[in-house]
């Protein structure tokens, strides 16, 4: 077999047999097939796609190019959440362990944060002492004592896919469907979950921008779970203003802390019982979305869902009383005002631009290897829809460091449109994709 | 400028803008820009094409990734031809030094071959003692003295077209004709030529298979001559069974001499004397095509053009006698006829077969890397339109060693069609396209 024939077929808008698949992903995870033929492959998906079948095939030969965690030894329906990433998102880190408290086991591998879109695991290790760094005996371990496992992604699991990820970051192959949603659900597939929920985030702070992308990625993403026996659950959620009020790393977690203890923003609230239903819906503990959001508002009004989230952190080796003693998380030493320019009421509110501020100050990455610092942030003090007088807080920044600082002043008056009137705002979740394992 | 930005742009089907073009091209020839990123603009290049004036600028920075060879110190037109590549393609050797004869300066850089199709450089170096490495003065005073000079392509020329050629060939991006004109253009513009006429094949023995494949290929190697400030002609020309009797080197070689002692095969004759007669218009040295065959007739029955060719031969170090007494050429040791399976008229012989028939043999490389042996090769007996009896020999191979041989006596057998009745044959000449410098 030559690669450049296999290449040809899809150059010329053809579907790839599944031998083809396996022998270039497998010769692309053990090196033998250099990055410049992957890279050739990954621009002729981009632009010709990829039928059903072949993606499920593509993605099933990225989850085997290397071990496949075995839950087995969990009992219970193994349910995981996955985000295609917002500005804001600290979902996650609440409603793991709500839905945990439930009685659903979570085996949860997240990721890092890029650009202006934050990382869980960034959140996590503003508790002092959390370690995302886990065996996987012990990531099952945890899973079986705790309910559930917030780790990152190790080296074993999808190789290809972290080779994959990183060729289309320099090659323009990103925003590519068949190539997302095989890199989410190869990873997800690898972790050893049952069923699966997905956010898949809409707008101008999210990856898709448009409905019509966003529904073609959630499609292709329930697609193939079915076609990989998994049942698959995808939430259409809106992503046009920060989720919450706190972006960044440690203000984010207390933001999730505030959601279990019954007082967290609306918005996260929400999106948190929105998606903790349809989890407890896939595992077999409620009959109905009403039944599965009063379980959940039990869990976290009783205190079990935050006590969930107490053991496991400290089981992964955190400072579990900085959850509920805030002055043990890393705190910044300079905060600053952005006032609004103009009396109004807020009309719109770029979440992309938001982040990047967020990232300017030290809280995300610009590339990869950039370091993360913890403790500053953005906290949104004007949502979409409120009213404003002029000078009055738009934002609150948090930083240690000066540099960034203007430029990060600068997005925020950028990425709010202040105007006249009423403002209508379409519902947080707008649709539900489902589907049924093959 | 981030070099993935610039790839999106061609992802998305737009138009390069001269800054990137110019950015990518120096990038990737300094080697700052890493092959995996021209993988994927040549991809995306592939299938979104480029726009005539983006395909010129695309052609200027590749011819200007190297050096320019400055041929203005010889005085007239310097005029080049170029056939994109056929089966017993020979033409060159009789070409130039006719032309040259005629007072026409040639300065000629030829290819290797690849695959079924052979490279005047491999002819040439049948002729023993020939060099074909010869440094830019060199070159510039070959022309000056001989009117032509024969070698091949140096380090310092068009070095991104090196580079990216050899990309193509393992990326499934070679038959794009963009990416083939510019490799074609940047190469011969770097040469110094004035004017050029370009030999298009079409047919089962060419790259192009269709009409209408070579004739787009044909008007945009034209077009970016004429952005060039060159005058370019372009011949579509019939390569659908070999040109001539000879398919090899040093059999080439011979009928190349017959050719210009007036006793070549009528193809290969016929269009030596197409693509002189436009060689000597765009040279300044004839009116019309008629009067250019007149001038081209009297150099060959002359004498001049064979001498043109033997003291050229001997001033870049080869045997000239070895151009009239063959015994000094290399010659096999063996050689088997192929007899025609059913008696008949043969109707059709497929190039492309017959060429890696040689190639099998050792006249050709199966990969760049491959060392040719210059005696062996096929010799043509039986032509389309031609009857034959069983039995009677349709070619004959004449080889060195065994390997190879069961398969290349499969091929000439599959390559022939022998059929009954009559046999309709189009003109060698289909078409001539025509440029003005701009």
Request: charged fraction near 25%.
């Amino acid at each position: 077999m030559r690669v450049q024939d296999i290449i040809a077929v899809k150059r010329d808008g053809g579907v790839l047999e599944e031998e083809q698949i396996r022998y270039f992903i497998a010769g692309y995870t053990d090196g033998s097939i250099p990055d410049y033929q992957a890279a050739a492959l990954a621009m002729a998906i981009m632009i010709r796609g990829m039928e059903p079948e072949e993606l499920s095939v593509w993605t099933d030969a990225m989850l085997h190019s290397g071990s496949v965690v075995d839950t087995s030894s969990i009992p219970g329906i193994k349910v995981d959440k996955h985000s295609t990433g917002g500005v804001g998102d600290k979902i996650s880190i609440c409603l793991a362990p709500a839905v945990a408290a439930c009685g659903v086991p979570v085996p949860m591998i997240s990721g890092r944060g890029l650009g202006h879109t934050g990382g869980t695991l960034d959140k996590l290790e503003s508790i002092p002492g959390f370690s995302v760094d886990q065996p996987v005996e012990r990531f099952c371990e945890l899973v079986l004592e705790h309910g559930l496992a917030l780790i990152g992604q190790t080296e074993d699991l999808a190789p290809a896919d972290r080779k994959l990820y990183a060729l289309r970051d320099v090659t323009a192959t990103v925003p590519s469907v068949p190539l997302i949603s095989s890199s989410i659900m190869s990873k997800k597939l690898a972790e050893g979950m049952d069923a699966l929920v997905l956010d898949v985030k809409v707008g101008a702070g999210a990856f898709m921008k448009t409905e019509a992308q966003a529904r073609e990625l959630a499609e292709t993403l329930v697609d193939i779970g079915s076609r990989a026996g998994k049942q698959v659950t995808a939430l259409l959620t809106r992503m046009d203003e920060p989720l919450g009020e706190a972006v960044g790393n440690a203000n984010e977690i207390v933001e999730a802390v505030d959601v279990l203890q019954g007082r967290g923003p609306e918005d996260v609230t929400e999106l948190t019982y929105a998606l903790g239903a349809e989890m407890l819906l896939l595992g077999g503990k409620a009959g109905s979305a009403e039944e599965a959001r009063e379980i959940l508002h039990e869990a976290i009004s009783s205190g079990r869902a935050l006590e969930t989230l107490q053991g496991l952190v400290a089981a992964q080796g955190g400072d579990a009383e900085a959850l509920v003693d805030h002055g043990r998380l890393p705190r910044a030493a300079h905060s600053l005002h952005v006032g609004a320019p103009a009396a109004g009421v807020v009309h719109a509110i770029d979440a992309a631009e938001v982040g990047i501020a967020g990232m300017l100050l030290g809280a995300g990455r610009r590339v990869a290897t950039d370091r993360v610092d913890h403790a500053v942030g953005v906290t949104v003090r004007r949502h979409v829809g409120d009213e404003v007088r002029e000078g009055e807080p738009l934002v609150t920044l948090s930083y240690n460091q000066e540099k960034g600082l203007t430029e990060a002043v600068g997005r925020i008056l950028g990425a709010y449109v202040i105007g006249s009137g009423e403002v209508e705002q379409g519902p947080l979740v707008i649709d539900v994709v489902r589907g049924e394992p093959r």
